[in-house]
Structures are given as C-alpha cells and as structure tokens.
C-alpha cells in the first residue's frame, strides 16, 4: 500500500504474478496438524528467518480443548505438531491447578526470536479461569509453563476472561521487547483490560481497565513505529450502532488516553451457508516500514451495511487521531447474496 491505495486480493496477486487480476492463483493447501478438529488458528513469521513460521490453534481432538503449536521451518512446506501447552497454572495463594479448556490463540516474537503464546483456560463451570503468556526459547517447539497475567483460582462468581491477544515491541526503542497484552474481563458487563510485561513474559503488570465504557469485546494491541501501543476494539453502544474504538499509549502501557472513535459496524448474526453466528470484531496493523506510509494504521471488519456481509477497511494517517471513511475491501457485487467475514489485515514490514 505504499500509494495509499486499498488492493484486493487479486490485485495483489496479479501484481506479484504478472497475471490479470481475475486469475487468482492458488497454491497446494498443506495440512498444518495431524490430528482434528481444530479452529481458532492463529500464524506469525519469524522475521529474522522467512522460512520459520509458528502456528497455533485450538485443539478439540483431545478429551478436552488444548491449544497445540505448529512450527514450520521450509516455509510452509512441511510442519511439526508439537505438543499442546501446558494446562495447569499456580494461582495467587501458590495453588497448582489444573484446567480442563484453553482456547483463544495468539502469537508473537521478540527481538530476541522467543515466541510466545497467550491462551486463556477455564474450568466448564468457569470457576476457575485466567489469561496466560507461554514462552519459547527454541523457535517453538516447546513452551514453558503459563505464567499468570490474571487468574481466578477458587475465588466465588469471579469474573471471566476473554479473548485475549498478545504484541511484542521489536522496534528497537525505549520500549522494546516489552510484552502488551489485552482482553475481555466479563462480570457486570464487559470491560478491555491491558497489562504488559517487561521481563520477557516472566511476570505482567496488574491489569489496567483501557475502555472508557462496557460492552465492550475482541481487542488488539499493536506497537506503532515509535514504540507507541495501540488497541483496537468493539464497542456495543445501547442507542446506536456498534462502533470500533482504538486507545493510544505513549509511555509503554503504562498509562492510555481516551477511546478514539474509528467507525460506526453494520452487525451480522447468523451466516446464511454455515450454522454459526459471524462477528465484526476488528484486525489492525501498523505500518513500521521506512517508506512514505510509515505510521499509517489499517483496520478491517466484516460489516453488513450493502445487504450482505462484506469486508471493509478504514485508514488513519494521524496515529489513529482521524480514520477515513470505510472502503469496501472485496470487489463482488454489492447485495449478491455472498458473505465475507472474519478478515485479518498486516503490512510488509519493509515496504510498507
């Protein structure tokens, strides 16, 4: 996007290949696990190495929900299942416990190559339940035990966490190879809390609330070029549409200003060709290249607002003070009936 111009999947492919944009090409799709079912994927490249990349997913095949990572070192070609993250955690009073679910996959690496992975785990009762950070000293085939970033451990009624997500700063700044994290903390409504870790994911900061308001759910943080901290996520106003919100950090996490409007979601419910519910929880990425777009923001969501459910893309270029209007993403007719929905949006590093 170094012109600023939003392209399509086959644009970009046409303009790699030398094809016409209405060829698409596609490759051999490669199995990345040896059991299943799995979902929740989730995928990082080792930006040292291109051939290195890490995976991870929600494991169902087990008697009961693991999070099993996935490590390549041919560039996709050939993968290694190794085995699920541990499933046990200490609470506050040093009490082992351990759970029977973990879910919510994401990834990130340091700039030191240690990968991580956050997970949260749950008992089915949801008494016992918490967000964790894994580590990886050996490109990711085998993690540590999870270090608490909050747990609830025989507590009554607590609160319970939710869609978390994990960042690495590798900008080379004051802040770097700080961890942030963000998730859901569900009781009385739903608020965004962060904290951050600067000790390579042996401890975390007590979690802050980010979100000026409840209803709130799917957050991303996102480190900016100067090592500013990013997140996004979706507010579920009472009066008026749902909107996607993003909240700025200066000083490394430690503190946040206000919510940031980026733009007002369409909502969808159930898929008409799966029997599932669909979501608009937003992706963003920051621009960290040295060319003329470095600092640009993109956000991508799933929205219903042409008849059906398609994929739109707002920019800031004002370190996310202002964002553009939405531009609609996929190019098949507006109102045909085809639904596209669960985006995940980056940007080339280098080139931006």
């Known amino acids: 996007m170094g012109n600023g111009r939003v392209v399509t999947a086959d644009e970009l492919t046409a303009m790699l290949s030398g094809t016409p944009s209405n060829a698409l090409l596609q490759g051999t799709n490669i199995r990345v696990n040896q059991t299943g079912p799995a979902a929740e994927t989730t995928l990082i490249i080792d930006p040292r190495d291109p051939q290195h990349i890490i995976a991870a997913a929600m494991d169902s095949s087990q008697f009961a929900v693991r999070v099993t990572p996935y490590v390549s070192f041919d560039g996709g070609e050939t993968w290694e299942q190794q085995s699920p993250v541990r499933n046990f955690a200490r609470g506050p009073d040093g009490r082992s416990v351990k759970f029977q679910n973990q879910s919510d996959p994401a990834l990130t690496m340091d700039s030191e ?25 050996n490109g990711g085939r085998r993690f540590s035990a999870g270090v608490p970033v909050v747990a609830h451990i025989g ?14 700063d590798t900008t080379g700044g004051p802040f770097n190879d700080s961890l942030y994290i963000s998730w859901t903390s569900i009781a009385d409504g739903s608020r965004i809390l962060f904290s951050r870790s600067t000790d390579r994911g042996m401890t975390f900061s007590a979690p802050q609330i980010i979100s000026d308001d409840r209803g709130v759910q799917g957050s991303m943080p996102r480190v900016g070029p100067r090592g500013e901290v990013y997140v996004i996520w ?14 700025l950090s200066t000083d490394g996490g430690a503190t946040f200003g206000s919510d940031i409007h980026v733009a007002d979601v369409h909502p969808f419910g ?48 004002d370190g996310g003070m202002s964002w553009s209007e939405p531009v609609r993403v ?3 007719a507006p109102g045909n009936g085809k639904d596209q929905f669960m985006p995940f949006v980056t940007v080339d590093q280098t080139t931006g």
């Open 113 to 137: 190559g240690n990968v991580y992975v956050s997970t949260i785990m749950w008992n089915t009762d949801r008494s016992d339940n918490g967000v964790f950070v894994y580590r990886s000293t």
């Open 155 to 168: 507590e009554s009624n607590p609160a319970f966490e939710d869609k978390e997500w994990i960042t690495a």
């Open 234 to 247: 979706l507010h579920f106003r009472r009066d008026r549409p749902p909107e996607i919100v993003v909240d």
């Open 270 to 317: 159930r898929l008409r060709a799966l029997a599932r519910h669909g979501g608009s929880l937003p992706s963003l990425a920051v621009d960290r290249s040295v060319g003329s777009t470095r600092g640009n923001l993109y956000v991508v969501w799933a929205d219903r607002r042409t008849g059906d459910v398609d994929i739109l893309l707002s920019r800031s270029t």
């Open 330 to 332: 996929n190019d098949d």
